[in-house]
């Protein structure tokens, strides 16, 4: 390795007179929060991918073993309830959004710094509970990440604190969304017009008014939740005149639009990724930064695709189902818009851009079969299956997985002034993308021929889907495993890199690497285009 | 890191809260169409059993509070921190009645038999159970809210007092007198919807 000179640590450098924790905990500098939320998300991963390896092992063979039917159900809950609320809607948005929205529009911080290091506050004090929630009380809850009613309100375990932690969880995100907007709107650079934003900071808006313009719904679903159970209020009591069909769309309300609060930063990172390593402008920029619009406006009106056999009235399923259909035209416009910016690029096919291929990819696959479960006929017959987790584990792992894990091989080197070692990245793409594809593939297969999901034991005919799927998550644990050994190791030992590394055009890399505390030393003045390459000097 | 002072985002992040604050009641309000549309003559029976009288005093009470709170902008702009405080004072006193007004009127159901889960409330149809239920749900989270604005606005009325909050920066009280304004209002729709439903 080559002696590298004393390097400018840039944000990173240890506060002088500070105790070192205290100097992150309390920081309002938004890269470092960044970091802070990436630090808490991916221990969360971890534990969420615990939870998911040992699922899958007791269902490598059918039958009574490893596990007892109560810590199954327990185990399904916290993988659904860890994945999504701790992981993946915060996982793009708080961690690079927080970093790169405003190195992106020229801004020194996002506008109110303080409430952002509230949000993450709140997120270390949500997760907690929940965590709490494991271990106190009768148990942990046993109802599904949906906390679906009766049995909700009827249940044992600790289902109380859970939906605090919800509660708590969602004021966080919200708290984030309204930054963002005010951030956005108020902090843009001179010249940096909307029409010259970044396609990510143009997903990381579109996601903030899902955020707060839903988010509210959950908080107030969570709170019913605690008040059938502690206040006993019987909103949802058939028995007393409730209806547990409301139920369901409020919690749908919000959890429908909150898978596009996953995917929509993932789509914005790819749409950064494309045209970098195409070396071209983005083909549709306008038509991209609507499709976002588009999908977070649509995707607010399909939630009771959902309950399509719930007993809703054909009128309602038909309304729904083609609402579904019409939120699949802004997506595709998006792939067709990625393909044709890298039609006739040329392309560097660098870690960056393979994650991103890897998404496009994964996500085209869990978006074609999500039409499926739209359809109302073929949802009848597939509802509940294995259909639908292979479905939502392509688009939410293929799709915003993949799209985190291009974030952080695109970014890495912005972040911390270090460059990854390529090969390790691409033969962990490789292992990844194999391991992902065998262990939700089967899932579709077996969810055609009727295996149910959440189910502790299965009967022979799908012992041998099961058993592949099984080895699938192997695979795939043993692909993050080198990539996140290589991200982490790089952070201390990889090759010093300049402030450019890709040939980026957006403004995060016309600043150092890592950025200076203040983010720009003189206010930048905007004149070209996020995607407009030429001129732009790369610096390796 | 540089302070900057940044009014009109101040007041965009607040707007956008309250927005969060509707969607948050709008779940309940979501709730309420669905059972009136299914329960319209047990609602219209169970409304008349509420105290119009003390919800008339309450709707009074709160959209006087609103105006107080307004008059107290207007006072700091001014310069007038006396009577700014003065009238800050007197919102809290009202929001504190307010309180006083909904714990009779909670008391006086309780003494019915009329509470969550009471073996009085499993005696009723199922629509007049179902709007009582509604009418802890809503009025109870209108009643958080109440307390939390009452504390919110005690809070800047010490900002004020100690000048940290002055006429020259009083976004946190406009933000806080919003705030006031979106309790006042949900009560403006809450009082229909229960009261007057009958």
Excluded at chain 1, 178 to 205: C, D, E, Q, V
Aim: one cysteine or more; proline letters at 5%; aromatic letters at 14%.
């Amino acid at each position: 390795m080559d002696q590298a000179p004393p390097r400018n640590l840039g944000f990173l450098t240890p506060q002088a007179g500070k105790n070192t924790l205290l100097s992150w905990i309390g920081s309002t500098d938004h890269k470092r929060i960044g970091l802070l939320y990436m630090a808490c998300i991916l221990t969360m991963f971890a534990v969420g991918v615990g939870i998911g390896l040992t699922l899958r092992l007791k269902l490598i063979t059918p039958g009574n073993h490893l596990l007892a039917p109560q810590t199954y159900n327990a185990l399904f809950t916290l993988h659904g309830v860890i994945m999504i609320f701790m992981v993946v809607i915060p996982s793009i948005p708080a961690s690079f959004g927080n970093i790169f929205l405003p190195l992106q529009i020229g801004a020194e911080d996002v506008s109110f710094p303080r409430l952002n290091l509230f949000s993450w506050w709140l997120y270390v004090l949500g997760s907690s509970l929940a965590l709490i929630s494991i271990f106190t009380g009768n148990g942990p809850p046993d109802t599904g990440w949906t906390f679906y009613v009766p049995f909700s309100a009827k249940t044992t375990t600790n289902v109380s604190l859970a939906v605090i932690a919800v509660f708590v969880l969602g004021f966080s995100s919200i708290l984030t969304g309204l930054n963002f907007i005010t951030t956005i709107h108020r902090l843009r650079a001179p010249g940096m017009t909307w029409g010259k934003m970044p396609l990510f900071t143009w997903s990381l808006y579109a996601t903030a008014w899902i955020q707060v313009l839903v988010t509210p719904v959950l908080g107030i679903t969570a709170m019913l939740i605690f008040a059938e159970r502690v206040l006993n209020l019987g909103l949802f009591d058939p028995g007393r005149g409730g209806d547990p069909l409301l139920y369901q769309h409020l919690f749908w309300i919000y959890s429908h639009p909150a898978v596009y609060i996953m995917i929509l930063p993932a789509m914005g990172v790819i749409s950064d990724i494309v045209p970098v390593f195409a070396r071209k402008q983005i083909f549709g920029y306008k038509m991209i930064a609507f499709s976002s619009l588009a999908i977070a406006f649509a995707g607010s009106l399909v939630w009771a695709h959902h309950m399509f056999t719930s007993g809703m009235s054909d009128l309602a399923i038909w309304v729904f189902s083609l609402l579904t259909f019409i939120v699949a035209i802004p997506s595709a416009i998006k792939v067709f818009n990625w393909v044709a910016t890298l039609h006739r690029g040329a392309i560097a096919l660098e870690p960056p851009l393979l994650y991103a291929l890897g998404f496009i990819f994964m996500f085209s696959v869990g978006g074609l079969t999500g039409l499926v479960q739209g359809a109302a006929g073929t949802d009848i017959h597939v509802h509940d299956t294995y259909f639908i987790v292979g479905h939502f584990h392509y688009v939410i792992f293929g799709g915003t997985g993949l799209g985190m894990f291009a974030a952080m091989h695109y970014w890495f080197p912005k972040i911390f002034g270090r460059m990854y070692d390529k090969t390790k990245a691409f033969i962990s793409f490789w292992i990844i993308l194999v391991g992902m594809n065998l262990l939700y593939f089967p899932m579709f297969v077996l969810g055609l021929e009727g295996m149910p999901r959440r189910y502790y034991d299965y009967l022979p005919q799908y012992a041998t889907g099961q058993f592949l799927s099984t080895v699938g998550s192997w695979i795939l644990a043993a692909g993050m495993a080198i990539m996140f050994a290589n991200l982490i190791a790089s952070i201390r030992n990889g090759r010093p890199v300049g402030s450019n590394p890709w040939g980026g055009a957006s403004l995060e890399w016309s600043v150092s690497s890592p950025p200076p505390a203040n983010n720009f030393t003189t206010e930048p003045v905007v004149t070209r285009g996020p995607y407009d390459f030429d001129g732009v000097v790369v610096d390796d | 890191m540089t302070e900057h002072k940044d009014y009109a985002g101040s007041k965009m992040g607040m707007w956008l809260f309250l927005f969060t604050e509707i969607l948050l009641f709008g779940g309940l309000f979501l709730l309420y169409s669905a059972y009136l549309h299914r329960y319209p003559g047990e609602f219209h029976e169970a409304g008349k059993t509420e105290n119009l009288v003390l919800g008339g005093a309450n709707t009074v009470i709160l959209i006087g509070s609103s105006f107080t709170v307004a008059l107290s902008i207007t006072a700091l702009r001014l310069g007038k921190i006396k009577h700014c405080l003065i009238l800050l004072g007197l919102t809290v006193v009202l929001a504190l009645s307010f309180l006083v007004n909904k714990f009779f009127e909670w008391s006086a159901k309780f003494s019915q038999g009329i509470y969550p889960g009471s073996e009085h409330m499993k005696t009723l149809p199922a629509g007049e159970n179902v709007f009582n239920s509604l009418y802890f749900a809503m009025t109870g989270l209108h009643g958080l809210h109440v307390i939390i604005g009452s504390v919110l606005l005690s809070v800047v009325a010490v900002f004020v007092a100690r000048g940290r909050v002055n006429r020259d920066d009083f976004v946190i009280l406009e933000n806080a007198g919003l705030y006031w304004h979106l309790v006042d209002l949900i009560w403006i729709f809450l009082f229909p919807l229960f009261y007057l439903i009958a």
